[in-house]
């Protein structure tokens, strides 16, 4: 079973990096003076639960490839999350203000859940169910993919979209996920 979702990231990433290397061969139909950046929170999405995220493209543009990193989590009474996701990312535009977002990730969780014995002695157990995904140790990693819709002005300024954002590791696959971002993009003519 392991195999078979190495095989399907594998060939999500070649599809991906192949598909947007072939962009990048072609002319940039929306330049700027630096890379756009853009930074957002994310309710869902590719960490989980609740993320700050840092985005840059890699070409003096509003659109084409890029990459993004982000912290996140949450803490309730007997649970604590955190998360750091990283991946990379095409965006596809027609008007510059309307995106189509493509992309693919890995995830760092880090997942503590902390409950009682009636004795009082704190105990943990894995593998535990999170958001829908298992996992089976304190530490671990899973991927992710983006496909979703995106609003960023061309001169900058307020941005949101929405994604659904499917999530793997070597104990499944967790289609049924969404993703809300909303932030700031900082562009330089």
Known sequence: MKKYHLQQTAFILFLLLTTASYSQSNKI????????????????????????????????????????????????????????????????????KHFFEMGVGTTFLHYEDTYFVPCGIPTSHYPVDVAGLTVDQKNSVFGHLTLGYRRQPSAGGIMWGIAVTPHFNENGFWPVWFGIKFGYSFARK
């Open 29 to 96: 139909k929306y330049p700027e003076a630096s890379p756009r950046q853009n930074i957002f929170i994310e309710l869902g999405g590719n960490g989980v639960a609740f993320n700050a995220m840092y985005e840059s493209r890699f070409h003096k543009s509003s659109d084409g490839m890029g990459f993004k990193v982000g912290l996140g989590g949450f803490t309730g009474s007997y649970t604590k999350v955190f998360t750091l996701p990283v991946g990379i990312n095409w965006l596809l535009t027609k008007d510059n």
